[in-house]
Nanobody
Framework: QVQLAESGGGSVQAGGSLRLSCVRS????????MAWFCQAPGKQREWVAK???????SYVDSVKGRFTISQDNAKSNLYLQMNSLEPEDSAMYYC????????????WGQGTQVTVSS
């Protein structure tokens, strides 16, 4: 059973940076497609960034040029480098994994809180 565990959240001032990490454990399959989602209070969970098994990345428009998604060579650690943070980025951030031939993310972490003050 795949398990995901996020860390690295915290409280920063606008313009600051955070690096989120997500450790995947429970199996040795390395071809998951991975993504970061966020959910602010009272809002739906939304996609932030994703990386496929070939390493291609995509971002929601609001974070392009500020956030970078990456993973280590073993593909067991996922990262989200968050720069130039804005108060609107405040949310719970989740990492998620899906099998490459499926469209839905079936594996989720517990989340890590990011709070950006103005």
């Amino acid at each position: 059973q795949v398990q995901l565990a996020e860390s690295g959240g915290g409280s920063v001032q606008a313009g600051g940076s955070l690096r989120l990490s997500c450790v995947r454990s429970g199996d040795t399959y390395t071809s998951y497609c991975m993504a970061w989602f966020c959910q602010a209070p009272g809002k739906q969970r939304e996609w932030v960034a994703k990386i496929d098994r070939q390493g291609s990345t995509s971002y929601v428009d609001s974070v392009k040029g500020r956030f970078t998604i990456s993973q280590d060579n073993a593909k067991s650690n996922l990262y989200l480098q968050m720069n130039s943070l804005e108060p609107e980025d405040s949310a719970m951030y989740y990492c998620a994994a899906r099998l490459p031939f499926l469209s839905t993310y079936d594996y989720w972490g517990q989340g890590t809180q990011v709070t950006v003050s103005s």
